[in-house]
């Protein structure tokens, strides 16, 4: 006790007591307003890109992420596909991609950043289907020129291994190919474009 009768060590209880009580306070007022500065599920539903996971991704083989409530098919093509793409040129309705349905650095032969994987929407530019990925090893009755790529069961519609339309089938376009950036050697993030700031 001081001289004047102050109970020091009560004193600094109840100060060291109170102030635990009103940061408790404080953090549990705070917690409403920092929930609602956070986007909604939908809201990160509607563009927030995602990461996918490559490194154990077979040449030939495809896998499905989804972003933006879509499916989007990343696709590790052979190297033997990736000679077939210049064959198929004259069976196609837009073989150069001039339509606007990839970002500027996947309008090229093969619609990628890296030749050997393909990232496109997998919904078919017809009446908006989801393609079948059938391989030219596959059992099939497409055809014995079939090189593989998409196949719209719903009207017929046709793509190659660059996502690109067949002439003469339904679909007007070719597969939309969504803006991807590769985050590491084994990592791709899409919905997000090469150089952009996250």
Same mark, same amino acid.
């Given at each position: 006790?001081?001289?004047? $009768?102050? @109970?020091?060590k009560?004193?600094?209880?109840? !100060?060291?007591? +109170?102030?635990?009580?009103?940061g408790? $306070? ?12 956070? #986007?909604s599920a939908?809201? *990160?539903?509607? $563009? ?12 030939? *083989?495809?896998?499905t992420?989804?972003?933006r ?8 093509? +052979?190297?033997? /596909? ?10 196609? /309705?837009?073989? @150069?991609?001039?339509?606007?349905? *990839?970002p =500027? ?5 093969? %619609? ?12 078919c530019t ?10 030219? +090893? ?10 593989? $790529?998409?196949?719209? #069961?719903?009207?017929?519609s %046709?793509f ?15 597969? =939309? ?6 985050? +590491?050697? !084994? ?5 997000? @474009? #090469?150089?952009?700031?996250?």
């Amino acid at each position: 006790m001081s001289e004047n $009768g102050v @109970d020091n060590k009560k004193r600094r209880f109840l !100060t060291a007591a +109170t102030s635990v009580v009103g940061g408790v $306070g404080i953090a549990f007022a705070a917690v409403p307003f920092i929930t609602a500065m956070k #986007p909604s599920a939908r809201a *990160q539903a509607a $563009g927030a890109p995602v990461e996918a996971d490559i490194s154990k991704l077979e040449p030939g *083989q495809r896998m499905t992420v989804e972003w933006r409530g879509k499916p989007v098919w990343i696709v590790r093509r +052979t190297e033997e /596909s990736l000679k077939i793409l210049e064959e198929m040129k004259g069976i196609l /309705s837009d073989p @150069d991609s001039n339509e606007n349905l *990839q970002p =500027e650095y996947a309008k090229n032969s093969t %619609r990628a950043i890296k030749p050997e994987y393909f990232i496109v929407v997998g919904i078919c530019t017809h009446l908006g289907c989801s393609p079948s990925y059938i391989k030219s +090893t596959d059992a099939h009755n497409l055809g014995s020129d079939w090189k593989g $790529g998409f196949f719209c #069961p719903c009207h017929g519609s %046709r793509f190659d291994l660059a996502g690109r339309v067949y002439s003469g089938v339904p679909a007007p376009l070719n597969l =939309e190919v969504p803006a991807h950036n590769y985050v +590491t050697e !084994t990592r791709v993030q899409i919905g997000v @474009d #090469p150089g952009a700031k996250s």
